[in-house]
């Protein structure tokens, strides 16, 4: 085996997904149904089913990822979430001073939901029968997702692109795989220079818009047309909106998540994410077409579209070999492990 | 389980992992009488029964796991299907409905079917009973500071006369309603920026406004008017409408959420203009069976439509109301 593995050649390992729409739409199906015939208590065994398959179809140097969360805790989480999020809206309808109660609430048991979520969400997820883990300490879980987020908004939004990076600065730098520490070193000034960029494009076009196809709809209210020329040009107006709002934000997805992958690192191994723009664009305008002309049954095969074009666009340079990781000590007692045994997933997603 | 069969299977190539390490072991795997048995750069032998298999699916590698943690993943999905077959592995139903395309159409049709039965039965029924069992208390407060809202922004104060409020704020008292008991209401008089409009809050009140009042061509038109809130108020109609367009929010930002939350807002819109147009008539019949108990015709009722079917400019293409023709034909037919 070679261990001198600064003088060796990276290798470049690829993800490949292998899921296909057609069947996922069969997984999707049945699981939808029997989550409307059960009121929503099957979307959890459901969502283990889903990522079972996702999971397994993911392939990164020949072998797949897995995924082992468990349907119960995942149900105990979706409970709470509804209770929470049902009773906010509640006590919002019912009186002000009882809503602003639930909304503190809320804000201070959030942070350590997100945080137990992403506990969850890691350890249950392995590749070559290592688990991955997520350390962090719920003070920190408070300062990333609750303090800094209350300051942002004092600051009018200035302070995003700064906590955007401590986030996931807090988030890759507290996941593991085994025993091996993974380390992210994007710049806070990276990240602004992504946002200026976007917001500069974003700014632009709408200048454009405003000028030239607005310009066309005052020409037509000060001409006086007839009501039909008037509500046409106002609606292709608001189409340009729309439509230059669905490309821009895929460059920013697209910029954001190359930025945060190619500085992400596991131990010596680099990643590398290649996302460009007119792809997600293209990906993302016709995933939405093709759900609305489908009513929603296409969702499915849009939602592994996506899926695997993002998955496919990463790979990662491995120096030396992925052998030599080794499993966290403790988990080998028991699949479940002490302390693991009070987690449960807050996320709602189908 | 069966297990005179198995020795006719070759050896099934596949990748261990051992649960400790990230190290690849390349390795067979075979199965005789009732226990698997690895060979290759490890050997280790386990029963069949301590195993576990994952789903079928024909484009994820299937793995079998040890109790250790340890797992293998095989690639000829073909050849292990067939040992997994005469080992007497069976796919849950589930499994089973999700790999033939003719459980999927059915599960379709299915899904279909129980979206619309719920949005057209199931929804409305148990918004109902919702609606009924939260106390009064908690409905007033649910209306509370609507009115306060509106006289900030859309309504002045009255110009009517006090005495003709008064008149007919007796004149309504005085008439007996349907059912048994009836609901505390209060009926408030303002001036609107919005035209002729009459309508009920959860909290009790019952708004009409100036514009309303004119528009009508006599008084036993203004107490249909009031009979139709008064049907809105005791059917608690708005609270009903609250419950049911939140769960349809919910749902839909359930199915589509995922893809866009722009498209996930438009079908609770559509779907709730049915709901509207039922709760109309639902308050129409009640008016119809208050006025016939107090002995007022129905033409009464009849022409409130009629001066309403006037000021409409055209028809909206997708309307909250059933359109007043309509109407004004149920109400007429039930004069009959």
């Given at each position: 085996m070679d261990f001198d593995t600064n003088n060796t050649m990276p290798k470049r390992e690829a993800i490949t997904f292998s899921a296909t729409g057609s069947e996922y739409f069969r997984i999707w199906i049945v699981n939808l149904l029997l989550s409307i015939v059960t009121l929503g208590i099957y979307s959890a065994w459901a969502k283990v089913r889903r990522n079972r398959y996702f999971y397994s179809s993911t392939h990164l140097a020949g072998s797949s990822f897995e995924y082992h969360g468990n349907a119960v805790a995942i149900l105990k989480g979706r409970i709470a979430a509804v209770v929470l999020i049902g009773g906010y809206n509640i006590a919002l309808r019912v009186s002000p001073i009882v809503g602003l109660l639930m909304f503190v609430l809320l804000a201070a048991i959030l942070p350590w939901l997100v945080w137990k979520s992403l506990q969850f969400k890691l350890y249950n997820t392995s590749y070559r029968g290592i688990r991955f883990g997520f350390g962090g300490s719920a003070k920190e879980a408070y300062k990333y997702f609750l303090w800094l987020p209350i300051l942002n908004t004092f600051t009018l939004g200035l302070m995003t692109p700064f906590l955007h990076q401590r986030l996931k600065r807090f988030q890759h730098t507290q996941s593991r795989f085994g025993t091996s520490q993974f380390s992210f070193d994007a710049t806070v000034g990276s990240f602004y220079k992504t946002y200026l960029l976007f917001f500069a494009l974003l700014l632009g076009g709408l200048l454009v818009l405003i000028f030239v196809v607005f310009g066309s709809v005052f020409a037509s209210f000060a001409a006086h047309a007839n009501d039909a020329t008037k509500v046409g040009s106002l609606m292709f107006a608001i189409g340009a909106l729309y439509l230059w709002a669905f490309t821009v934000l895929p460059l920013f997805l697209t910029m954001i998540q190359n930025l945060i992958w190619n500085h992400t690192r596991l131990q010596q191994h680099q990643f590398q994410s290649q996302l460009t723009w007119g792809r997600t664009t293209f990906i993302m305008l016709t995933n939405l077409l093709g759900v609305v002309v489908t009513l929603g049954l296409f969702a499915p095969f849009a939602h592994v579209r996506w899926l695997k074009y993002r998955l496919e666009a990463t790979s990662m340079l491995v120096h030396?070999?992925?052998?030599?990781f080794v499993a966290a000590t403790?988990?080998?007692?028991?699949?479940?492990g002490e302390g693991m045994a009070d987690l449960l997933d807050f996320d709602l997603s189908m | 389980m069966n297990a005179n069969t198995q020795e006719s299977h070759a050896p099934l190539a596949g990748r261990y992992f051992d649960g400790h390490s990230s190290r690849l072991y390349h390795v067979t795997l075979s199965v005789r009488d009732g226990v698997a048995m690895l060979a290759g750069d490890i050997e280790r032998s386990c029963p069949l029964g301590e195993l576990h298999v994952s789903e079928r699916s024909s484009h994820a590698v299937r793995k079998v796991s040890f109790p250790d943690g340890a797992y293998l993943e095989i690639a000829d999905q073909a050849a292990f299907n067939n040992v997994l077959h005469d080992t007497g592995h069976r796919d849950g139903w589930v499994v089973r409905l999700q790999q033939s395309w003719r459980g999927a159409l059915l599960a379709t049709v299915a899904t279909v079917l129980a979206l619309w039965l719920s949005y057209q039965y199931l929804l409305p029924l148990v918004a109902k009973g919702l609606a009924y069992a939260i106390p009064q208390s908690v409905e007033r407060q649910l209306g509370q500071g609507v009115l306060d809202f509106l006289d900030g922004h859309v309504f002045e104060a009255s110009k009517l006369a006090g005495t003709r409020q008064q008149a007919l704020r007796n004149q309504f008292a005085r008439l007996a309603t349907p059912g048994d008991s009836t609901l505390e209401h209060r009926i408030v008089f303002r001036k609107s920026k919005i035209g002729p409009n009459a309508f009920a809050l959860p909290s009790g009140d019952i708004v009409l406004t100036d514009e309303m009042v004119e528009l009508m061509p006599d008084d036993d038109a203004i107490m249909g008017v009031l009979a139709h809130e008064l049907g809105h108020l005791q059917q608690r109609h708005l609270t009903r409408r609250i419950i049911q367009t939140s769960a349809v929010g919910a749902g839909a930002a359930l199915l589509f959420g995922d893809v866009s939350t722009v498209v996930a807002t438009v079908p609770p819109l559509l779907l709730d203009l049915k709901y509207s147009r039922d709760v109309e008539r639902d308050a129409d019949d009640y008016a119809i069976a208050m006025l016939r108990q107090n002995g007022i015709a129905l033409e009464h009722l009849a022409q409130v439509f009629v001066a309403l079917g006037k000021l409409d400019q055209g028809t909206p293409?997708?309307?909250?109301?059933?359109?007043s023709t309509e109407r004004i034909a149920r109400i007429r037919a039930a004069q009959r």
């Amino acid at each position: 085996m070679d261990f001198d593995t600064n003088n060796t050649m990276p290798k470049r390992e690829a993800i490949t997904f292998s899921a296909t729409g057609s069947e996922y739409f069969r997984i999707w199906i049945v699981n939808l149904l029997l989550s409307i015939v059960t009121l929503g208590i099957y979307s959890a065994w459901a969502k283990v089913r889903r990522n079972r398959y996702f999971y397994s179809s993911t392939h990164l140097a020949g072998s797949s990822f897995e995924y082992h969360g468990n349907a119960v805790a995942i149900l105990k989480g979706r409970i709470a979430a509804v209770v929470l999020i049902g009773g906010y809206n509640i006590a919002l309808r019912v009186s002000p001073i009882v809503g602003l109660l639930m909304f503190v609430l809320l804000a201070a048991i959030l942070p350590w939901l997100v945080w137990k979520s992403l506990q969850f969400k890691l350890y249950n997820t392995s590749y070559r029968g290592i688990r991955f883990g997520f350390g962090g300490s719920a003070k920190e879980a408070y300062k990333y997702f609750l303090w800094l987020p209350i300051l942002n908004t004092f600051t009018l939004g200035l302070m995003t692109p700064f906590l955007h990076q401590r986030l996931k600065r807090f988030q890759h730098t507290q996941s593991r795989f085994g025993t091996s520490q993974f380390s992210f070193d994007a710049t806070v000034g990276s990240f602004y220079k992504t946002y200026l960029l976007f917001f500069a494009l974003l700014l632009g076009g709408l200048l454009v818009l405003i000028f030239v196809v607005f310009g066309s709809v005052f020409a037509s209210f000060a001409a006086h047309a007839n009501d039909a020329t008037k509500v046409g040009s106002l609606m292709f107006a608001i189409g340009a909106l729309y439509l230059w709002a669905f490309t821009v934000l895929p460059l920013f997805l697209t910029m954001i998540q190359n930025l945060i992958w190619n500085h992400t690192r596991l131990q010596q191994h680099q990643f590398q994410s290649q996302l460009t723009w007119g792809r997600t664009t293209f990906i993302m305008l016709t995933n939405l077409l093709g759900v609305v002309v489908t009513l929603g049954l296409f969702a499915p095969f849009a939602h592994v579209r996506w899926l695997k074009y993002r998955l496919e666009a990463t790979s990662m340079l491995v120096h030396g070999s992925l052998d030599e990781f080794v499993a966290a000590t403790g988990q080998q007692v028991s699949a479940t492990g002490e302390g693991m045994a009070d987690l449960l997933d807050f996320d709602l997603s189908m | 389980m069966n297990a005179n069969t198995q020795e006719s299977h070759a050896p099934l190539a596949g990748r261990y992992f051992d649960g400790h390490s990230s190290r690849l072991y390349h390795v067979t795997l075979s199965v005789r009488d009732g226990v698997a048995m690895l060979a290759g750069d490890i050997e280790r032998s386990c029963p069949l029964g301590e195993l576990h298999v994952s789903e079928r699916s024909s484009h994820a590698v299937r793995k079998v796991s040890f109790p250790d943690g340890a797992y293998l993943e095989i690639a000829d999905q073909a050849a292990f299907n067939n040992v997994l077959h005469d080992t007497g592995h069976r796919d849950g139903w589930v499994v089973r409905l999700q790999q033939s395309w003719r459980g999927a159409l059915l599960a379709t049709v299915a899904t279909v079917l129980a979206l619309w039965l719920s949005y057209q039965y199931l929804l409305p029924l148990v918004a109902k009973g919702l609606a009924y069992a939260i106390p009064q208390s908690v409905e007033r407060q649910l209306g509370q500071g609507v009115l306060d809202f509106l006289d900030g922004h859309v309504f002045e104060a009255s110009k009517l006369a006090g005495t003709r409020q008064q008149a007919l704020r007796n004149q309504f008292a005085r008439l007996a309603t349907p059912g048994d008991s009836t609901l505390e209401h209060r009926i408030v008089f303002r001036k609107s920026k919005i035209g002729p409009n009459a309508f009920a809050l959860p909290s009790g009140d019952i708004v009409l406004t100036d514009e309303m009042v004119e528009l009508m061509p006599d008084d036993d038109a203004i107490m249909g008017v009031l009979a139709h809130e008064l049907g809105h108020l005791q059917q608690r109609h708005l609270t009903r409408r609250i419950i049911q367009t939140s769960a349809v929010g919910a749902g839909a930002a359930l199915l589509f959420g995922d893809v866009s939350t722009v498209v996930a807002t438009v079908p609770p819109l559509l779907l709730d203009l049915k709901y509207s147009r039922d709760v109309e008539r639902d308050a129409d019949d009640y008016a119809i069976a208050m006025l016939r108990q107090n002995g007022i015709a129905l033409e009464h009722l009849a022409q409130v439509f009629v001066a309403l079917g006037k000021l409409d400019q055209g028809t909206p293409y997708l309307s909250s109301h059933p359109a007043s023709t309509e109407r004004i034909a149920r109400i007429r037919a039930a004069q009959r």
